[in-house]
């Protein structure tokens, strides 16, 4: 696969996880309100806010996941804990499965650069 396809598809699983899959998530898991867990795990999205705290505001390069203060490992323990209540459970799934999507991207970019596709 060209280099140019793989980053296409890197693309494709990272927008489909943050946009897609949580309905399919919310549809299997929270059948009787899946458009509204849907809609709240999307919203999840608004924990990207802290990249604006950094410099450069957008990395391709940079790892989310445990450098951003909303994904650090103590803001996803915090995750975690919410998803014990179930008035924020849904929350819950949404930032988890958020900061799953992040770290897959993660290993994405590290694989197309071990095959020296960057620099
Ligand atoms: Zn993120």
Redesign the pocket.
Known sequence: MSADSMEILRSIVHYSFHFLVPGAIAFLFFRKQWKRAWLIMISTMI??ADHLLATPIFDPGRC?IGYHPL?SYYAIACYFILLIFPKTRIIAVGLLF?MYT?WQDCHWYEILRQMKLFV
């Open positions: 924990v990207d989310s994904h958020h992040d």
